[in-house]
């Protein structure tokens, strides 16, 4: 069952509690490190190949890619467990509760919503219709709009955590997120700008070390929300 939390029970903490949270990261990467590094590639191909369907295929994958994300979660709570993550754990979401599932799409529209703006706004493309991306857009300019989409989420970080491990409804699981965030502004931006750099350099070995990134940032938010929820 999953442990209960509420929006009184969130805790403050340093903004060093931020490197914490990677460094606890790194210990349950370490756990099950190829089978975190499968998820995060089940992850990639599942947003690449539906983005590759004509017309409703990107529309599509803003619902079924942030599901199999969350895969490295629930790898991330096995392995704390004592357990080893597993691939099927990238249809794990997919049974949740439909608020806890709605909850999680939400988050992720969201945060796409603040690339598609940076992305309109910096490089004049539509990122609901990929094959109108210049193949041309520099490396920067992609940095720029997955900064944005950071900046974005970071008030929704815990909304999957509190939705599918803090049996949290749709609204309240927003509300613990967004709480947690205004209690520790500081150790979400911290957090923030290291999942920027592990992601920036992801994209920059052509997406070969987002295998390795996204699994730690997944990782560094499950402790986060073990830190500041769960355990409270």
Not at 23 to 36: E, H, S
Not at 211 to 227: E, K, Q
Request: aromatic content about 8%; some cysteine.
């Amino acid at each position: 069952m999953p442990a209960e939390s509420g929006p009184g029970s969130i805790a403050s903490v340093p903004v060093s509690r931020a490197l914490v949270w990677y460094g606890d990261a790194m210990r349950l990467w370490k756990r099950g490190p190829a089978t975190l590094s499968l998820l995060a590639a089940i992850t990639v191909i599942a947003q690449v190949a539906l983005e590759l369907v004509p017309d409703a295929g990107p529309l599509a994958s803003k619902v079924v890619v942030p599901l199999v994300a969350c895969g490295m979660l629930y790898g991330a709570a096995a392995a704390e467990a004592g357990a080893h993550p597993r691939l099927a754990h990238a249809l794990s979401a997919f049974r949740a509760s439909a608020g806890a599932i709605g909850a999680i799409v939400l988050s992720s529209v969201v945060t796409f919503g603040a690339e598609w703006i940076a992305a309109d706004a910096l490089a004049g493309v539509n990122l609901l219709n990929p094959t109108a991306t210049p193949a041309d857009l520099d490396s920067l300019t992609v940095l720029a709009i997955y900064a944005a989409g950071i900046a974005a989420s970071l008030p929704l970080s815990l909304v999957p955590l509190a939705a599918l491990f803090g049996g949290a409804g749709f609204l309240p699981s927003f509300a613990i997120s967004a709480i947690a965030f205004a209690r520790n502004p500081g150790a979400f931006v911290v957090y923030g700008a290291i999942a920027f750099a592990l992601l920036a350099l992801g994209l920059l070995t052509m997406g070969i070390g987002l295998v390795i990134a996204l699994p730690l940032v997944a990782c560094a938010t499950y402790v986060a929300w073990r830190d500041l929820c769960e355990r409270r």
